[in-house]
């Protein structure tokens, strides 16, 4: 059944017009900053004008600002930034009213983005909207060293490939068409990981995708026990879920290759992808990418800032000026990078803005806050809930060697990064629950 799917999938997603539109994205990432503004101009012309005339959501908005066609073509920018920041809770109840109504665009599929709480975000998506994101996400691979738009991959993600009670293997499911293994990540336990390794050492996968997470989990096995595997993948791509440095190096040590981080949201935001400089690059010809501080005014260079997204690549439910609710980190100083893209950085995708911490003294702990595992001994994972302002909940799952100075060295590293009145409880789980859609949330605040 994955398989009539994956065949329907497949030839909706790779068609004629995906390989125009991979094309054009190889050429369009190594343009000059120049050229590359003068393309995002051009696209932001065309998604306008199209809400213009085609979604009622924003044609009441227009005619309210009283902004003619003639304003979108002459000064795109101008008028983005009088149009409302579209919230999360609005763009769920007006979503109807929202899409683009243009007959030449009928839905070709419809998405649901979970959120952490209540019924799904309906999202509709049309033929070339679903080609161009597709060239895209290939696009990143490309540039990350991959000749062939299919090599060999194991994905994990949170779709529930195997039904959650399964005991024995498989615990994947594969795609032929797109080679693609459906590694689950729910089944990812000491007694299950020896049956991956022997499953990843027969399929030699090329590129491993998806949840750093999981491929944490499986790494720290590797790791600990110092297995050899019998392949090496080109490079690993890792998406959905923040991810922490420390992952990060685990990660490539397990095995022998780069992680390189990428960032999009379902709901079909513009990208962010990490070059083979290890720099983070605004796609912009995805997207445009507003960077702003609580007010919505632009924030300051070196400061952690909300993402505001204008999408190309979904033209069917139009995102425009999309409080995404993830936070970046913006460079101090600005940056630039030798891998032949010209396309401005940012210096880290901080994550889900609900994920930062609060401190004693009320500053903001972003993705830092999971350095309290660092130099930590005898874990094997760990997440950290702040549940009160004073309040620190450290869930563990440990090795049979933890004891009463591991304990303390942890509460002691909670008191150093949040401050001395912290009060931390150490919880020791068989297993830390996974959040919605079966990520791994390192850091929750719970209040
Ligand atoms: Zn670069």
């Known amino acids: 059944m994955l398989n009539t ?37 051009k696209q932001l012309i065309d998604l306008l004008l199209e809400c213009f005339t085609f979604s009622e959501w924003y044609k009441e908005i227009f005619h309210h600002l009283k902004i003619n066609e003639d304003d979108i073509k002459n000064n795109p920018y101008e008028v983005l930034k009088k149009l409302p920041i579209l919230q999360k809770t609005v763009r769920k ?9 243009n007959p030449e665009r009928q839905t070709a599929a419809v998405g649901y983005t979970s959120g952490t709480s209540g019924s799904p975000t309906k999202n509709y998506m049309d033929k070339e909207s679903i080609n161009i994101s597709f060239a895209l996400w290939k696009r990143f691979h490309h540039v990350i060293g991959f000749n062939s738009i299919h090599p060999k991959t194991v994905r994990f993600s949170g779709n529930i490939v195997i ?4 005991k024995k293997p498989p615990f994947w499911l594969y795609n032929i068409f797109e080679k693609q293994l459906y590694m689950s990540t729910y089944h990812l336990t000491d007694e299950n990981i020896p049956k991956y390794i022997e499953k990843l ?15 944490f989990t ?7 026990k110092k297995i050899d595997l019998k392949f090496s993948p080109i490079a690993i791509a890792t998406t959905s ?3 922490y440095d420390e992952q990060r190096i685990a990660i490539e040590k397990a095995f022998n290759c780069r992680v390189y981080n990428q960032y999009a949201s379902s709901e079909g935001s513009p990208f962010i992808t990490e ?39 979904n033209m069917k439910t139009p995102l425009i000026r999309y409080d995404i609710k993830d936070s970046v980190l913006i460079p101090k100083f600005p940056k630039s990078c030798n891998c032949g893209c010209q396309m401005p950085m940012v210096e880290k995708i901080v994550g889900r803005e609900d994920d930062l911490l609060i401190a004693n003294n009320d500053s903001y702990i972003g993705m830092s806050a999971y350095k309290v595992f660092k130099y930590a001994k005898h874990l094997k994972n760990g997440q950290i809930v702040q549940k009160s302002k004073y309040l620190f909940v450290i869930n563990i799952e440990i090795t049979d060697d ?37 990520k791994f949330k390192a850091v929750i605040r719970d209040f």
């Open 93 to 101: 109840s007006e979503v109807e009213s929202i899409i683009n109504k």
């Open 5 to 41: 799917k994956a065949l329907s999938n497949y030839n909706r997603r790779y068609n004629k017009d995906f390989k125009k539109y991979f094309k054009n994205f190889k050429c369009t990432w190594t343009l000059s900053l120049e050229e590359i503004k003068e393309y995002q101009k």
């Open 275 to 313: 070059c083979i400089n290890g720099n983070l690059h605004l796609n912009l010809d995805s997207g445009v990418f507003e960077l702003l501080d609580e007010n919505y005014n632009p924030a300051l260079p070196g400061s952690v800032a909300k993402l505001v997204v204008t999408s190309f690549r």
């Open 218 to 224: 499986l790494a720290n096995y590797i790791n600990q």
């Open 201 to 215: 050492n027969n399929f030699k996968p090329k590129l491993l995708d998806g949840y750093p997470s999981a491929m």
């Open 163 to 166: 039904p959650v009670k399964t």
């Open 241 to 243: 879920e923040t991810l």
């Open 402 to 438: 933890f004891n009463e100075s591991d304990k303390e060295f942890l509460e002691e590293k909670v008191k150093s990064s949040f401050g001395e009145n912290s009060k931390v409880e150490i919880v020791v789980l068989d297993k830390i629950p996974l959040g919605a859609n079966g």
